[in-house]
């Protein structure tokens, strides 16, 4: 059971990592979009940021 929680643990350290990166990504968009695809390019990396921060917050509901 531990060795389950262990490997749960390291799957929402994943995600985790990969929410950091598209956040970095999202910062990115924001600081350099112009103002003409800027609401395009924007919506698009929060979406991106989003998902996996919101398949971490299942995994972490079952724990």
Do not use: C, H, W
């Not at 990592?17 to 956040?23: F, M, P, S, T």
């Not at 990115?28 to 698009?44: F, G, K, L, P």
């Amino acid at each position: 059971m531990n060795n389950f929680l262990d490997k749960d643990l390291d799957y929402l350290s994943a995600l985790l990592v990969v929410a950091q990166q598209r956040l970095d990504t999202l910062k990115q968009t924001v600081s350099s979009a112009n103002e003409t695809a800027s609401a395009s390019d924007i919506r698009i990396a929060i979406g991106d940021a989003i998902t996996p921060l919101n398949i971490a917050y299942e995994a972490a509901e079952t724990l």
